[in-house]
């Protein structure tokens, strides 16, 4: 009787649900229950019920319009003989059912009969079985009279509206970035530089004396001014001189009398070629080659009774500073002074000695030392 009658109201139904098989069968009727692990329970118009497992299903067409479409179904089961609609009588229109959606995706529809928030719901299915589902199985049911009770929220549910694309900017390649400077720049072409340190000497003066027979060590104040032909290149002239006492041969030869005082001198000048390294960090290392012109001088001076002075020269040495090697390192607070240390040795030769009784006398030349080391005050460096 109750097929009868549900037969009946298929068939007066307008529209209905539509189950398409694996192999392309249609079947039409009621959907009473869609679950992707127990497969799709359909009432037929002709009032039988038939269960298709999940590998017979290709798609389903609910009567109000949603589709479920299952993907990559199995092998395609055997045909399934399409079953002959028998006409039924004219009948009211179909009773409306209300649908229960699941969490895993999937619907029954029938009649709710018990709804509970921890107990789950219970449904009477259009075929007039009772199935009862757990809470957690349910996403929400949507009744007939229209009213949805929701139960939870999944991705089964109703999708968010996707995010609206946001404008992104125009590119632009960043500006490139000026190099920043390092230590301290430069602000002239031009250097100038005060030393003072000592002189030491070490070989011949001539072919019968030693330099340390003449001069011992002496204090010295050395000057120079260059023009830099580029950040690590420069031309300078270097100027020098030193005094000090002298050696104990010339002392007792010349300066052997009472009230007698000897003094010794020597001095350069010449030309510098010099490279300096890292030119404006605060710490510069430089180096440099030069050559110039010498001399050495003893002197002497006498003191009478009255307190009164006077001196005259003993001797002069004139010669080549044939070859000059110097080096240092400049400290530099700012670009416009610093300080440095520096130290050089130099080889030169005598050629020629003048006395007041002698006049100049020339010499067989030859090649003595000169080691120097002292701090010095730069400007402009």
């Keep these: 009787m109750i097929a009868l009658l549900l037969a009946a109201t298929l068939a007066a139904s ?3 649900d539509t189950v398409t098989t ?8 009621i959907v009473v229950e869609e679950s992707p692990t127990k497969g799709v329970t359909i009432q037929l118009a002709d009032g039988t019920t038939r269960r298709l497992e999940r590998s017979e299903v290709r798609k389903i067409e609910f009567a109000d319009g949603s589709t479920t479409v299952w993907e990559t179904p199995a092998q395609p089961a055997a045909p399934v003989a399409p079953l002959p609609v028998q006409a039924a009588p004219a009948q009211p229109a179909p009773q409306q059912l209300d649908t229960v959606y699941f969490a895993g995706g999937g619907r029954v529809r029938g009649r709710v009969l018990e709804e509970h928030p921890k107990d789950g719901v219970t449904v009477q299915l259009a075929d007039g079985t009772v199935r009862h589902y757990a809470p957690e199985e349910v996403v929400r049911i949507q009744y007939a ?5 929701r139960r939870r929220t999944t991705p089964y549910d109703e999708r968010p509206a996707p995010p609206r694309p946001v404008p992104q900017p125009v590119y632009a390649p960043p500006p490139a970035e000026l190099p920043k400077p390092v230590g301290i720049p ?6 100038a530089t005060i030393g003072l340190g000592g002189t030491w000497f070490g070989g011949d003066a001539d072919a019968n004396t030693r330099m340390n027979d003449v001069f011992l060590g002496q204090l010295h104040l050395s000057v120079e001014g260059g023009i830099r032909l580029n950040p690590h290149i420069a031309l300078a002239i270097y100027a020098e001189g030193g005094g000090g006492d002298v050696a104990k041969p010339v002392r007792d030869a010349v300066c052997n009398g009472s009230g007698q005082d000897c003094f010794g001198a020597s001095g350069r000048v010449g030309f510098m070629l010099k490279h300096t390294w890292n030119p404006t960090s605060p710490t510069a290392t430089w180096l440099g080659v030069g050559t110039g012109w010498e001399a050495g001088n003893v002197s002497y001076t006498t003191h009478d009774m009255s307190g009164s002075s006077n ?4 001797f002069t040495y004139r010669g080549r500073e044939m070859f000059r090697l110097a080096g240092g390192v400049d400290f530099r607070s700012n670009s416009v002074i610093g300080v440095g240390l520096y130290g050089s040795v130099s080889w030169g030769t005598y050629d020629a000695i003048h006395s007041p009784g002698a006049g100049d006398v020339t010499l067989d030349s030859r090649v003595h030392e000169t080691y120097q080391l002292g701090v010095r005050l730069v400007l402009f460096p």
């Design 22 to 29: 694996a192999d392309g069968t249609r079947l039409v009727g």
């Design 311 to 314: 001196g005259d020269e003993v």
């Design 145 to 149: 009279d229209g009213y949805t009770s």
């Design 14 to 16: 307008p529209t209905y």
């Design 186 to 191: 430069q602000l002239v072409p031009l250097y």
